[in-house]
């Protein structure tokens, strides 16, 4: 939260919650965004967005919306927004933070020109809770002259990509790549995809929970993969080129609202009779 | 838009827990009453490169919320999200 205050971006949630329940949670939780009601999801009908999945005799379910957050700018213009498929994950606060100030794929650019291309990888949290999706960032540096290779690529060349080890609880999303220009090849006429200058990648990541390992009371996970590469100017190609990464990162589950059992282990919040209300509200 | 529901899953795991067709984890099957993922596409409202609908709602403290006027000219993200106390 002091990142967005710092950046100077505003964060609202909105839920089928009453205004209480919103009030009880943000005091246990010292949550300072702002927390808006919709207990008759007038907002979240209004967006298309209501859960039609459930069916409106359902309580206390019936209401809530297909999960999913927007970023606008400060126009008010929606400049991205992110639903996933599977409501387990949800987009963690870098990667909204990264939208609302642009800077999915800007490239500081180098102290001094590069002779061969570099990568830097890092992952974008310090903490991967459980179902919260962070970005694997790789940012390579291009010396002037050479290119790198989207997706597609012919036979015989190596698209710049991210991989990560397919390990039991790690979970990979679709490469996040800014668009491509286009080369054509003055012999064949084909057309190749490539990236000109430095260029950032971006793989959505998270973990679902069965892959933590826990020591002296904290729990990890390691993520390890390799990006690829292959640089080429107008004249010839290099070799395809690899680059390890290896991250061990501090790991865990979502505190939650106290529902019943956790009583002294998870905030306070009256949970219990605001579920009670979310039932009985529509009888 | 035909909506369905995701209903691949197994238990797998701890005692009572279960595995989506995604690998992820729960103490509650797929197709749980609370755990409904589509299987396919969904509506995710408001397409990128449209002005965001105007949002007034109350917020934690009982005040009524324009999120335009509110947000003072400044970049916002707006999450909606299950519930808070579920």
Known sequence: MDAFDAAGVKLYTLSYDEADALADYSKAMGATFTMLSDPNSDVIRAFGILNTLIPPDEHPWYGIPFPGAYVIDANGVIVAK???????????????????????????????????????????????????IH????????????????????????????????????????????????????????????????????????????????????????????????????????????????????????????????????????????????????? | MDIRVDTRGRESGPPGYFEDADNFLMPLAPNTKSRRIPDGDFPTGPEVGTRLPEVVAVDQHGHSVDLHADRGGQPAVLVFSRSAVW
């Open chain 1, 82 to 132: 992110f639903f996933e498929h599977n409501f387990g994950a949800r987009t963690g606060p870098e990667r909204l933070l990264d939208a609302a100030l642009g800077r999915r794929f800007e490239v500081e650019p180098a102290a001094s020109p590069a002779e061969q291309v570099s990568v830097d990888v890092i992952l974008d949290a310090d903490r991967l809770l459980s179902g919260s």
């Open chain 1, 135 to 283: 970005e694997i960032v790789a940012t390579f540096r291009v010396p002037e002259g050479q290119h790198l290779y989207g997706e597609p690529v012919p036979d015989g060349l190596v698209a710049a990509t991210i991989e990560v080890d397919d390990v039991l609880g790690i979970i990979t999303f679709a490469l996040v790549a800014p668009p491509t220009s286009q080369l054509t090849l003055a012999g064949s006429g084909e057309t190749l995809e490539i990236y000109e200058g430095d260029v950032v990648l971006r793989l959505p990541i998270a973990q679902n929970g069965r892959t933590m390992e826990k020591v002296d009371g904290k729990r990890y996970v390691d993520i390890s993969g390799r990006v690829r590469w292959q640089a080429c100017d107008d004249v010839e190609c290099g070799l395809p080129q690899s680059q390890s990464f290896d991250f061990r990162i501090e790991a865990g589950f979502p505190v939650l609202g106290d529902m019943g059992p956790g009583v002294g282990r998870v905030p306070e919040m009256n949970g219990a009779a605001h579920f009670q209300k979310l039932i009985d509200r529509r009888k």
